[in-house]
């Protein structure tokens, strides 16, 4: 592996051995400490984050690394205008790794093209965010000892939620895994996922109800209405505050279920729910970190490409979706892939029509 942009660019064998690493770092992490000793991290969040940006750098720091970066791009030339191209090629000649986190979607892919270095894709838009997903199969490893045959329910904004589409990307590579999907109607997984779900025979039942699903789940994990990608202000009013789970709604829940949450959390779980054993989203954030320190391990030792592949240059954007990175940065090659028979943009998986 080079780059972690799509959970789909790790095999089943590549995640276990990460996980392997993750789990021999939670064991042992004073055997750790020099794993990255003289290698620098690039941290660019073009949006905001606590645990994401936290846990990285933590996460190097505790391999012996060392991080610079911005968690505000108006302190960044982004704010004169500057290409995505430019500062990546730029930043891949200081780091020896870069992670991104961005509201534009495919931005990390875009940015892969140019970098010298593995380029970590951290959240991009509502798009995909595979490392929340190395730590959310973390906690159900650990916890539960394994992740094939579980009854997984995902509940709120399946539409927006990155680390929702991630962790469905990520389920694929797993045998006999039921979904329940719960949401609004209108905030139903985007077409390209589902796509993705009937062309890799994930099983799924779409449901508009929280409770009457709880008795048969292995593991909950509750998502945030994404009020930040809403471009109707009414459609985020109607759906907020549409799934609150409390104790009480526990009560008819398996006792070894676990209660995932990538955080922040609004108002979707109650403080109540917080002492109950079965939740678990602050272990979570910590196994994250955990899951990080075994990402970057590998990836910041790689060696730099002293020149990456030529890109071919493009001029005008294909892709309709208006948050696509495409749309602002036209130079970026027209690429498609196919998702379900459908041709899609290579860097958001919108369709092209
Ligand atoms: C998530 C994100 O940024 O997508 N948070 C995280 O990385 N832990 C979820 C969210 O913001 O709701």
């Given amino acids: 592996m080079r780059h972690l942009i799509d959970f789909g660019d790790l095999s089943r064998r ?68 500057e290409t995505l191209k430019d500062t990546v090629k730029m930043v891949s000649g200081y780091a020896d790794v870069v ?121 909950l994990y509750m998502t945030r209405i994404q009020r930040e990608r809403f471009v109707d202000p009414l459609e985020y009013e109607r759906n907020k505050g549409v799934y609150i789970l409390t104790r009480r709604k526990l009560d008819r829940a398996k006792e070894h279920m676990l209660v995932m949450h990538p955080l922040p959390r609004v108002d979707e ?17 910590r196994y994250g970190m955990f899951a990080r320190m075994a990402l970057l391990a590998d990836l910041a030792n790689q060696p730099r490409l002293d020149r990456p592949q030529a890109v071919e240059i493009g001029t005008t954007p294909v892709c309709r979706n208006p948050r696509c990175i495409t749309r602002t940065e036209y130079y970026l090659p027209p690429l498609v892939k196919k998702n379900g028979g459908v041709d899609c943009c290579a860097f958001c998986d919108a369709a092209l029509d």
């Avoid at 690039?42 to 720091?61: H, I, V």
């Avoid at 595979?130 to 539960?144: G, N």
């Avoid at 329910?153 to 589409?165: A, E, I, P, Y």
């Avoid at 389920?171 to 139903?188: D, G, W, Y």
């Fill in 14 to 81: 590549e995640w276990e051995s990460l996980y392997a690493r993750a789990s021999r770092i939670m064991d042992n992490p004073a055997g750790f400490i020099d794993a990255c000793r003289g290698r620098v991290m690039a941290s660019l969040f073009y949006e905001p984050s606590t645990r994401t940006n936290f846990s990285f750098q933590t996460a190097m720091l505790r391999l012996g690394g060392t991080v610079f970066g911005f968690a505000d791009p108006s302190s960044s030339s982004v704010a004169k205008g």
């Fill in 99 to 219: 992670v991104m986190r961005t509201p534009w979607e495919g931005a990390a892919k875009a940015a892969s093209l140019y970098s010298h270095v593995p380029v970590v894709n951290a959240g991009d838009g509502g798009h995909m965010h595979p490392t929340q997903t190395t730590a959310d199969l973390t906690t159900i490893t650990r916890l539960l000892g394994r992740v094939d045959g579980l009854s997984v329910g995902l509940c709120g904004d399946l539409k927006n939620g990155r680390t929702v589409h991630s962790l469905i990307k990520a389920l694929a590579k797993f045998e006999n895994i039921q979904f329940f999907l719960i949401s609004p109607r209108e905030l139903a997984v985007p077409d390209y996922m589902r796509a993705f779900m009937r062309e890799n025979n994930m099983r799924f039942t779409a449901v508009t109800g929280l409770e009457a699903v709880i008795p048969q789940l292995d593991v």
């Fill in 269 to 285: 779980i109650t403080v109540d729910v917080d002492d109950d054993p079965r939740a678990v989203y602050f272990e979570q954030a």
